[in-house]
């Protein structure tokens, strides 16, 4: 005996007609869903119901409930069975809807560990670049890792070893830069594609470290503004609540040039409104992909500039 697994069932034949048939529900979530399970190799109740048989299948996927070889060939049409192709259609596009979550999650994931190592590289960098700069300012003034390429010591071995060992170094700093503005542009292309709108209104480095604390785009877009507003500050939050110390009002967001550059008293008021915009910005990359950055930018503008006017009366 054979058994065969379609869109719509499951099917116990023999070489002259269907022995037994397990037919799955007629709704496009439960197709879907067995769908689902096939393509990740995953074996189906429905296909375990005929484990007693011991049939001759043909995919690696069913080897628990049968033996591998040639299946004959069967003719097995949906219509028959009273399954529609609209009905196949919807489950698809599920099936499809599924799949490129998964994707855009995994790809989440991995920029993730993009910001990760490029707050690595900055740190290693940083520190390679103060060492280089002061074992070279014995020789000379430090410009750039041209300078250190073409230094020359003159005298022994001693000193020959330690020119390698500089230019080495200024190799080291080369290469890790290369390796920030690869990083850097990997991060930047990722963003435009996984949260366009939210890129837009606060750059590619602020809406890859808010999507790296949030877990997803989903969950950002989830999130209230003012929880947003403190993403990157939960240091502090908790400080705060342990030993009363004073509140945060802004976590990555600070990053923003917005806020960086304001008076500080304005920076609460200028978080709070970038926190909001993001807030619709994520919803709109999470739910509807429309692009409404011009909007929010806008908006942005519009406000701060309102804001800054408060600022003006206030103190006039």
């Known amino acids: 005996m054979y058994l065969k697994t379609r869109w719509f069932g499951v099917f116990l034949y023999d070489d002259e007609k269907i022995i037994e048939a397990k037919l799955f529900p007629k709704d496009a979530d439960e197709i879907f869903l067995r769908l689902y399970k096939i393509q990740n190799g995953e074996l189906l109740d429905e296909e375990k119901e005929f484990k007693k048989y011991e049939p001759v299948v ?90 250190v390429l073409n230094l020359k010591i003159n005298g022994e071995e001693i000193d020959r070893m330690e020119e390698e060992t500089i230019k080495k170094l200024a190799e080291i700093l080369s290469n890790l830069r290369e390796a920030r503005k690869k990083l850097e542009k990997y991060i930047e292309k990722a963003m435009e594609e996984i949260a366009p709108n939210v890129t837009g209104v606060v750059g590619y480095k602020i809406a890859a470290r808010l999507l790296m604390a949030a877990g997803s785009i989903e969950r950002l877009a989830s999130m209230p503004a003012g929880t947003i507003q403190l993403l990157g500050a939960e240091k502090a939050l908790f400080r705060h609540l342990k030993d009363g110390s004073k509140p945060p009002k802004h976590g990555y967001i600070f990053m923003h040039e917005l806020v960086r550059k304001a008076p500080k008293g304005k920076r609460g008021k200028i978080a709070r409104l970038l926190a909001t915009k993001i807030s619709i910005a994520a919803k709109a990359d999470a739910f509807t992909h429309n692009n409404i950055v011009d909007t929010l930018v806008k908006e942005v503008e519009k406000r701060y500039d309102e804001i800054m006017r408060e600022k003006e009366k206030k103190y006039i």
């Open 58 to 147: 043909d995919e690696k996927r069913l080897r628990q409930i049968g033996k591998i070889g040639k299946v004959k060939d069967i003719e097995l049409k949906a219509v028959d069975y009273g399954y529609s192709l609209a009905l196949l259609k919807d489950a698809c596009i599920k099936l499809a809807e599924k799949k490129i979550k998964e994707k855009e999650e995994k790809r989440e994931n991995r920029i993730s560990q993009a910001i990760n190592a490029l707050d690595e590289i900055i740190k290693i960098e940083n520190i390679v670049g103060e060492r280089l700069s002061d074992w070279y300012g014995f020789f000379g003034e430090y410009e750039s890792e041209r300078d």
